[in-house]
């Protein structure tokens, strides 16, 4: 049953592809999160109407201040487990919606696993109404613990079906197969990304993701927890870079008909980050080690040659310049402003 608990700006935009919103009218579900915000923002200043559909589990509504001053932007407050209302023309739908954080996501595994797969069926189902584009953000995790490394698209993963990751990591691959059975079936046009790790600005101080983790440590002079002993890889990826790869893989003239690989292949160990972190926070933290998660993957690193080659795609964007302005931004959301080392771009 649909479930519109709250508009919180009615009526905006009266047709598709009309007026000033020449581009048509996007859904963004997950609008009000860390990637979804920079998404609606991004799609606003491209020239769409934008409708961000959120239920506020992760995401937060001051993520949404700046949006919410644009005549093209629109926020429904609804749990996307819920059918969609009927009757929301929409020209392409972005499905950013579920929560991405270990603690988050484990915090209620069976409405995370619910928000993947009802979730998305409920989209694909408005796609399908109206005849509109849909894109998935699917992850890295849908790999788990890989035992090939890096990881291309061609790679099945090596995943646990039954551990405290698994609400996440299934509900994620099970997507994907909604999505491409949708696509087979009905002839939706469907744009799957499998994201690795991105960090930026809108990012929560308490979401357990490793980059805001140890910022915000940092900068409170509190040590740096890192889990195992701190050899196990990751990829990461600025935000605008991951948006700009949304775009284009939204935008391509072609569906791939698999998922794509987004994310920076560029690879670093734990303890490297948490060195860089104390670095450019200027900090006098200390690194302590912690017990390594259940089923924590060892190493993550993604092959782009698909995005590079057909999406002319690929990270602009280094380590310590995202990590400039990501301390930039912790400094000023935990203390105000406070001048932090210099941004290594403008
Ligand atoms: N950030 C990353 O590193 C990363 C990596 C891989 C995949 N992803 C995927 O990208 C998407 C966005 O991630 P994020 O980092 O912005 O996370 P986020 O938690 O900041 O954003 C998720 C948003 O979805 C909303 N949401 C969750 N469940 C919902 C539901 N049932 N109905 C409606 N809204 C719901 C939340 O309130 C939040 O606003 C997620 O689907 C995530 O799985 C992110």
Excluded at 22 to 39: E, Q, T, Y
Excluded at 83 to 93: G, T
Aim: net charge neutral.
């Amino acid at each position: 049953m649909s479930k519109v608990i709250k508009v919180l700006k009615p009526g905006v935009g009266t047709g598709r592809r009309g007026g000033s919103f020449n581009r048509g009218r996007a859904l963004v579900a997950g609008g009000a999160g860390f990637l979804g915000s920079h998404l609606c923002e991004r799609l606003l200043r491209d020239g769409y109407e934008v409708i961000a559909v959120d239920n506020f589990h992760t995401g937060k509504r001051y993520n949404l201040n700046v949006l919410q001053r644009d005549p093209g932007f629109l926020c429904i407050e609804h749990d996307i487990i819920d059918p969609l209302p009927r009757d929301l023309p929409v020209d392409e739908i972005y499905n950013l919606a579920c929560p991405a954080s270990p603690p988050h996501y484990q915090a209620d595994p069976i409405h995370t696993f619910k928000t993947s797969v009802l979730g998305s069926m409920n989209l694909l189902e408005l796609a399908r109404r109206h005849n509109a584009k849909i894109f998935q953000a699917s992850t890295s995790e849908v790999y788990g613990d890989p035992l090939v490394h890096p990881q291309p698209e061609g790679y099945f993963g090596n995943v646990n079906t039954h551990g405290p990751r698994s609400c996440y990591d299934e509900g994620k691959r099970s997507a994907e197969t909604l999505f491409f059975d949708y696509s087979r079936t009905y002839g939706i046009d469907v744009r799957v990304a499998r994201i690795f790790n991105t960090y930026g600005r809108r990012m929560q101080p308490d979401d357990g993701r490793v980059v805001s983790n140890f910022i915000v440590q940092a900068l409170r002079g509190e040590d740096l927890t890192v889990y195992g002993s701190g050899l196990q890889t990751r990829s990461f990826c600025y935000a605008d870079d991951l948006i700009q790869g949304f775009i284009r893989l939204m935008n391509a003239p072609n569906a791939p008909a698999h998922p794509v690989n987004l994310g920076n292949p560029v690879e670093f160990t734990v303890m490297e980050l948490a060195r860089l972190v104390i670095d450019y926070t200027n900090s006098r933290s200390r690194i302590v080690h912690r017990p390594l998660p259940v089923d924590d993957p060892r190493q993550r690193k993604p092959d782009i040659s698909f995005a590079r080659q057909n999406l002319g795609w690929e990270p602009q964007v280094s380590l310590s310049q995202g990590l400039a302005h990501t301390v930039e931004y912790f400094d000023a959301l935990l203390y105000g402003s406070r001048p932090v080392k210099e941004a290594a771009m403008s």
